[in-house]
């Protein structure tokens, strides 16, 4: 009997975006159950297309128009893709049917849909992602709101899954008075992959000079909380004749001038923004051919960026927090903000022997082999599938 799997939260299906549409993807792509049909609705600008259906790779993908309104678009597209689905299952009679709603967006309008839901026959698993009320960039009263969606959110869901072990520790400490079971599911990457140094690779590093194991990297949203400055900082005092290249979001980004103004890193001529690259065969190259990556991000689960690092570049450093140290372990260096903390541990990592670099490297890859395959993260998930369906 068919297993109708509906996920919303990412903006689509194969699209070219961040950590929940590389989720969606390539869930997808490792389903070995053939039972299981998957429904992923698409974000999209453009009125003509508003609930115009299509089929990619046998999964049904509705467009749902939404306006563009900053960080609230995806509200928005959120409370407009289950409203929707709402209404396809029941016009559709759909059988066996689970709802997989990715981040707390929208928790307080959870108490209105479960009910429609459940009378439907739904169940609805809910993945916080990350802690998003801890991030720096929120004003205070958008934290309490987050605060609030995710108590929501949690306590109406009918079962929770967490891509991180200190996001499900949290969870169930916080939310003990509630019957909501929780479990761990990692975030995935792929392992063995061989980069080529296509077309685009080649145009930025002639641009800025850049030559293999002779720079560290960062692949990041461009955000004071994935501690940009501190890294800036301390790179700067090191005496690395490596350069340090910077993947980032950093158009029309107001906290590029505000960390311009704070380090003076335009006068550092290793330090090298090269704005957004969303080529994927590129960043795997910047990523297999950087000497050392750094990562600085100091919220959220197991983190998408973490995780290609990890399969591909053998030295890694890592901002130490409890989410980073949980997919790292021994595989890599663990810096914090003290003053002259990540200079020291820039100097100690660049005087690392090829053979060491190796045993690092060997032990990240080992990390990924273990517990963060796709294949094995998309098998976790269809257990949960089948747990929940079975309860029907």
Same mark, same amino acid.
């Given at each position: 009997?068919?297993?109708?799997?509906?996920?919303?939260?990412?903006?689509?299906?194969?699209?070219?975006?961040?950590?929940?549409?590389?989720?969606?993807?390539?869930?997808?792509?490792?389903?070995?159950?053939?039972?299981?049909?998957?429904y992923i609705?698409?974000?999209?600008?453009?009125?003509?297309?508003?609930?115009?259906?299509?089929?990619?790779?046998?999964?049904?993908?509705?467009?749902?128009?939404?306006?563009?309104?900053?960080?609230?678009?995806?509200f928005t597209?959120?409370?407009?893709?289950?409203?929707?689905?709402?209404?396809?299952?029941?016009?559709?009679?759909?059988?066996?049917?689970?709802?997989?709603?990715?981040?707390?967006?929208?928790?307080?309008?959870?108490?209105?849909?479960?009910?429609?839901?459940?009378?439907?026959?739904?169940?609805?698993?809910?993945?916080?992602?990350?802690?998003?009320?801890?991030?720096?960039?929120?004003?205070?009263?958008?934290?309490q709101c987050?605060?609030?969606?995710?108590?929501?959110?949690?306590?109406?869901?009918?079962?929770?899954?967490?891509?991180?072990?200190?996001?499900?520790?949290?969870? #169930?400490?916080?939310?003990? %008075?509630? @019957?909501?079971?929780?479990?761990?599911?990692?975030?995935?990457? +792929?392992?063995? *992959?061989? &980069?080529?140094?296509?077309?685009?690779?080649?145009?930025?590093?002639?641009?800025?000079?850049?030559?293999?194991?002779?720079?560290?990297?960062?692949?990041?949203?461009?955000?004071?909380?994935?501690?940009?400055?501190?890294?800036?900082?301390?790179?700067?005092?090191?005496?690395?004749?490596?350069?340090?290249?910077?993947?980032?979001?950093?158009?029309?980004?107001?906290?590029?001038?505000?960390?311009?103004?704070?380090?003076?890193?335009? #006068?550092?001529?290793?330090? %090298?923004? @090269?704005?957004?690259?969303?080529?994927?065969?590129?960043?795997? +190259?910047?990523? *297999?051919? &950087?000497?050392?990556?750094?990562?600085?991000?100091?919220?959220?689960?197991?983190?998408?960026?973490?995780?290609?690092?990890?399969?591909?570049?053998?030295?890694?450093?890592?901002?130490?927090?409890?989410?980073?140290?949980?997919?790292?372990?021994?595989?890599?260096?663990?810096?914090?903000?003290?003053?002259?903390?990540?200079?020291?541990?820039?100097?100690?990592?660049?005087?690392?022997?090829?053979?060491?670099?190796?045993?690092?490297?060997?032990?990240?890859?080992?990390?990924?082999?273990?517990?963060?395959?796709?294949?094995?993260?998309?098998?976790?998930?269809?257990?949960?599938?089948?747990?929940?369906?079975?309860?029907?």
């Amino acid at each position: 009997m068919t297993k109708n799997i509906i996920i919303i939260g990412a903006r689509g299906y194969k699209f070219n975006y961040g950590g929940w549409e590389t989720f969606v993807t390539n869930l997808v792509k490792n389903t070995t159950d053939e039972d299981i049909k998957y429904y992923i609705p698409n974000l999209t600008h453009e009125k003509d297309k508003d609930k115009k259906i299509i089929e990619i790779d046998q999964v049904t993908c509705p467009y749902i128009c939404v306006p563009k309104q900053g960080f609230v678009t995806m509200f928005t597209f959120t409370i407009k893709a289950i409203n929707f689905f709402i209404k396809y299952i029941k016009e559709k009679e759909l059988k066996n049917t689970v709802l997989v709603i990715l981040g707390c967006k929208v928790g307080p309008l959870f108490p209105y849909w479960i009910p429609k839901l459940h009378k439907l026959g739904t169940k609805v698993v809910i993945n916080p992602d990350g802690l998003e009320w801890k991030r720096d960039k929120w004003a205070w009263w958008i934290k309490q709101c987050f605060k609030i969606s995710e108590r929501y959110s949690i306590k109406y869901s009918d079962y929770c899954v967490c891509d991180s072990n200190s996001i499900l520790k949290y969870v #169930k400490e916080k939310y003990n %008075k509630y @019957i909501t079971p929780a479990t761990f599911i990692a975030y995935g990457a +792929y392992e063995n *992959q061989k &980069a080529v140094k296509n077309e685009t690779v080649k145009e930025l590093w002639k641009k800025y000079s850049i030559t293999s194991k002779n720079y560290y990297l960062i692949v990041g949203r461009f955000i004071p909380e994935n501690n940009y400055e501190t890294i800036i900082r301390e790179f700067m005092k090191s005496k690395t004749k490596k350069d340090l290249v910077i993947i980032c979001n950093l158009e029309k980004n107001k906290f590029y001038e505000s960390l311009q103004n704070s380090t003076n890193f335009e #006068k550092d001529a290793r330090i %090298k923004f @090269i704005g957004s690259v969303y080529d994927q065969e590129a960043l795997l +190259y910047f990523r *297999q051919h &950087a000497y050392a990556y750094l990562h600085g991000h100091s919220a959220g689960g197991t983190n998408p960026s973490l995780l290609e690092a990890l399969a591909n570049t053998n030295v890694n450093i890592l901002y130490d927090v409890s989410y980073n140290k949980e997919v790292g372990q021994e595989s890599c260096f663990y810096f914090n903000k003290q003053e002259n903390n990540l200079k020291k541990i820039i100097m100690k990592v660049d005087k690392l022997t090829e053979k060491e670099q190796k045993k690092y490297g060997d032990l990240a890859k080992q990390r990924i082999h273990e517990s963060y395959t796709w294949p094995l993260i998309a098998n976790q998930y269809i257990e949960l599938f089948d747990k929940l369906l079975t309860k029907n």
